[in-house]
Structure formats: C-alpha cells, structure tokens
C-alpha cells in the first residue's frame, strides 16, 4: 500500500513554469513506477508522464515533450513534475500514481492515486 499526495499546482501565466510534487508513504517507495496524469475540464484523463522504479528509464505524452520533466528522489520519496513553458491546454488536475516496478502509460495499469492539484494557465 502506498499513499500518494501532490503539491504545488497554482494560477500561473502562459510561459511560466511550475513544479509539481508528490509526497508517498510507506519504505517501499523505491519499488514502485510513478506517473502524472491529468483532466482538463470536460475530458477524459489522460497520461501525461512516467519514470520507472529507479529513475532510468521515462516517458512522455507528445503534447508535453521537451516542456516537462518528471524526476524522483528515493531517498525522500517524492516524486516530481518540472513543468515549463506552460500553455492554456495545460490547465487541468493532475495526478500523480504508482505502479509495481515498470512503468505504464495507460491509466487502468497503475494501482494507486492521489487526490490531484488543480493547475491553472491563463492565456
């Protein structure tokens, strides 16, 4: 069991950056992958990244690719979301969750989520 809690959403400008965290508990942290997930208003919620269950290996949704970074910290873990350049079509909650191991980019494949936080771009 793992218990997931994200940080750091906000109102922010088109161009702005913001960094997003995510605080687990439990000792096994180490063993789980970790992606974000978001929902915009009115859509489905959609995979946004992902970083297997020790930091080497990582994926990306096209529409934020080169823009964010998702890394992690094992020893305090913590996972985080470094968003950059940040667009109107980035406004949504998002989500972090956790998986055994391998990472995947299909919602249905991870076991545990957060309560999500709301991030906000104006145009």
């Known amino acids: 069991q793992v218990q997931l809690v994200e940080s750091g959403g906000g109102l922010v400008q088109a161009g702005d950056s913001l960094r997003l965290s995510c605080a687990a508990s439990g000792r096994t942290f180490s063993r789980y992958a970790m992606a974000w997930f978001r929902q915009a208003p009115g859509k489905e919620r959609e995979f946004v990244a992902a970083i297997n269950y020790s930091g080497g290996r990582r994926s990306y949704a096209d529409s934020v690719k080169g823009r964010f970074t998702i890394s992690r910290d094992n020893a305090n873990n913590t996972v985080y979301l470094q968003m950059n350049s940040l667009k109107f079509e980035d406004t949504a909650v998002y989500y972090c969750?956790?998986?055994?191991?391998?990472?995947?980019?299909?919602?249905?494949?991870?076991?545990?989520w957060g309560q999500g936080t709301q991030v906000t771009v104006s145009s």
């Open positions: 969750a956790a998986r055994d191991y391998d990472y995947g980019v299909k919602e249905d494949q991870y076991d545990y």
